[in-house]
C-alpha cells in the first residue's frame, strides 16, 4: 500500500505563484509514475500533468503548459507542483495520484492506484 499526502495549498493572487508538495509512504516510490489532477466545485476531476518514475519524463495538459512543472525527490519520496503565473480558473482541489504503470496513459484517472485527499488552491482575482 501507499499513502499520500498533499500539502502547499492556499490563497494566491492571480499572477502569483505557489509549490505543492506530495509526501508518499513506502519503499517503492521511485517504481511509481506519479500524476497531479484537479476538481473544481461541480466539474469532472481533470488531468494536470505526470512524471515518470525515474523523473526524466513530464507531460502536462495545454492549459497549464509554460506555466507548471512536476518534479520529484525519490530520496525524500516527494512529488512537486510549482504553479507560477496562477489564473482563478486554476481554482480546484488539487490531487496527487501513483500507479505502478508508465506514462503511456497517465492521462487517464483509472490508471492511477493510490490517492492522496487533495489540497484546496484558491486563485483571487
Known amino acids: 500500500q501507499v499513502q499520500l499526502v498533499e500539502s502547499g495549498g492556499g490563497l494566491v493572487q492571480a499572477g502569483g505563484s505557489l509549490r505543492l508538495s506530495c509526501a508518499a509512504s513506502?519503499?517503492?516510490?521511485?517504481?511509481?509514475?506519479m500524476g497531479w489532477f484537479r476538481q473544481a466545485p461541480g466539474k469532472e476531476r481533470e488531468f494536470v500533468g505526470a512524471?515518470?518514475?525515474?523523473?526524466?519524463?513530464?507531460y502536462y495538459r495545454d492549459s497549464v503548459k509554460g506555466r507548471f512543472t512536476i518534479s520529484r525527490d525519490n530520496a525524500k519520496n516527494t512529488v512537486y507542483l510549482q504553479m507560477n503565473s496562477l489564473k482563478p480558473e486554476d481554482t480546484a482541489v488539487y490531487y496527487c495520484?501513483?500507479?505502478?504503470?508508465?506514462?503511456?496513459?497517465?492521462?487517464?484517472?483509472?490508471?492511477?492506484?493510490?490517492w492522496g485527499q487533495g489540497t484546496q488552491v484558491t486563485v483571487s482575482s
Open positions: 495520484a501513483a500507479t505502478h504503470a508508465g506514462l503511456s496513459a497517465s492521462n487517464s484517472a483509472y490508471s492511477y492506484d493510490y
Open positions: 513506502g519503499r517503492t516510490f521511485s517504481t511509481h509514475a
Open positions: 512524471i515518470s518514475g525515474s523523473g526524466g519524463s513530464t
